[in-house]
C-alpha cells in the first residue's frame, strides 16, 4: 500500500488565489512527521511546513499552511494568495519515527501546480 | 550559510562506466541522505549516514551502489557498471538530528547513461 498518495497530478490557480494541494498517508505508527517540499524546474527540493503527529495546532509558514486532520490521516497543504513563482512540483512527505528520530522520508508523486495570470 | 552542494550537476556516460557523485552537506548537519528521482516520480530513499556511520540501506541500494563518509562531512555515492536503468537524478540531503530535522537538499546530480 502507498504510504504517501497525492491525488492530484496537476492543478491550475489563478494567481492571488488560494489553493489546496491534497496529500493523504498511512501508517500504524503514533509518532511521525509530515512534510511538504516545493521542486521547481531547477530540480532543487525546497522545505516548506512541517506538522508532528502529536502537534495540537495546524503549522503556518507565511503564504503556506497545512490542513491536518489526524483521524482521515490527511495533510493537506493551502497556498494562500498564490503568486507566479508558486508554479512547481509540491511533494508530501513521512517521517516515521520507528525508522529513528531523524531518518528517512517516503515521498508522494507530487502535484503539479500551475499558476495562471 | 552554505546549503547543501552536490558535484557534478550533470553526468553522461556510458553503459558499464563507473561514476561517482559528491555531497557536500550543511556543516553542522550531522545526518546525510541519499535519494533517487526518477521522472514523474518523488524521491526514492536510497542510504544515510549519521556522522561518518552508514545507519541504513534501501532496497533499492544494489552491490554496484556503495556510499561512503570517510570523516563525517562530506560523501560519496559511487555506481560502478552502471545501466541505463541507472538514469535518474541524484539527490542529496542533510538534517539535523534533533527537532523537526527537516531535511535540507542539494540541486541533485542527473544522471544519463547512454
Known amino acids: 500500500a502507498q504510504k504517501i498518495t497525492q491525488t492530484q497530478p496537476g492543478m491550475f490557480v489563478q494567481e492571488k488565489e488560494a489553493v489546496t494541494l491534497d496529500c493523504t498517508y498511512d501508517t500504524s505508527d503514533p509518532s511521525y512527521g509530515l512534510f511538504w517540499y516545493k521542486q521547481p524546474s531547477s530540480g532543487e527540493m525546497i522545505f516548506l511546513i512541517y506538522q508532528g503527529s502529536y502537534d495540537q495546532q495546524n503549522a503556518t509558514e507565511g503564504r503556506y499552511s497545512l490542513n491536518f486532520q489526524k483521524a482521515r490521516k490527511s495533510a493537506n497543504l493551502v497556498i494562500s494568495a498564490s503568486q507566479l513563482g508558486d508554479s512547481a512540483m509540491y511533494f508530501c512527505a513521512m517521517r516515521e519515527a520507528s525508522t529513528g528520530t531523524a531518518s528517512k522520508l517516503t515521498f508522494g508523486t507530487g502535484t503539479r501546480l500551475q499558476v495562471t495570470l | 550559510d552554505t546549503g547543501v552542494s552536490q558535484d557534478p550537476r550533470h553526468k553522461i556516460t556510458k553503459r558499464g562506466q563507473n561514476v561517482t557523485f559528491r555531497c557536500d552537506p550543511i556543516s553542522e548537519h550531522n545526518r546525510l541522505y541519499w535519494y533517487r528521482q526518477t521522472l514523474g516520480q518523488g524521491p526514492e530513499f536510497l542510504t544515510y549516514f549519521q556522522n561518518e556511520a552508514q545507519l541504513e540501506k534501501s532496497r533499492l541500494l544494489s552491490d554496484r551502489f556503495s556510499a561512503e563518509r570517510p570523516k563525517g562531512s562530506f560523501s560519496t555515492l559511487e555506481i560502478q557498471r552502471t545501466e541505463q536503468g541507472d538514469s535518474a537524478m541524484y539527490l542529496c540531503?542533510?538534517?539535523?538530528?534533533?527537532?523537526?530535522?527537516?531535511?535540507?537538499f542539494g540541486p541533485g546530480t542527473r544522471l544519463t547513461v547512454t
Open positions: 540531503a542533510s538534517s539535523l538530528i534533533l527537532g523537526r530535522a527537516e531535511q535540507y
